[in-house]
């Protein structure tokens, strides 16, 4: 096992919203159980809170599983990627539910911004291409969750994974 010493090895971006959702989700985790008809900067806020330490475990150990991505972009760019899934994200989740299906129920949880770097990351892999079996496993990604616990988001899910191909689609980023 190799011992990281250079400061560019570190992805400090990735350790900085690690601790942000660590510690935003102990003193505020049970204070986002009731976030019915709560505005568009609520839902950012809550989209950085958990209120189950198995939530929050699984989202830290696929968010880190995603951090290449910081070390790939640099620093700067990661955290620029990361905030813009975060806005896009939740508007989308904010507008449909708001608008589409009249139910201002705010999603919980960074589920929505690691999809998103998923999608962001798939669409780097398959140089935007999206086949059937493409389907399938976004479908399983999508689904697989809400097998496990009904109470899960589709929608924050789907709105993040729907943000991440957005926008590499207007960025266009190239590795």
Known sequence: MQIRTKPQDINWVTWAVSLLLIGLSVFYGQDAVDCRDQGFVQQLIHSLIHISVGHLLINLWSFYELSYLEHTYGSLNYFLLLVSLLVISSGI????????????????????????????????????????????RWLVILIGPIIQNPRISLLGHASGLIAGLFLHWIVGVQT
């Open 93 to 136: 989740y904010w507008l449909i539910n708001t608008y589409v299906l009249g139910s201002p129920i705010c999603s919980i949880g960074f589920s929505g911004v690691i999809l998103g770097l998923m999608g962001w990351a798939r669409m780097l892999s398959t140089e935007g291409r999206l086949d059937l079996n493409e389907f399938q």
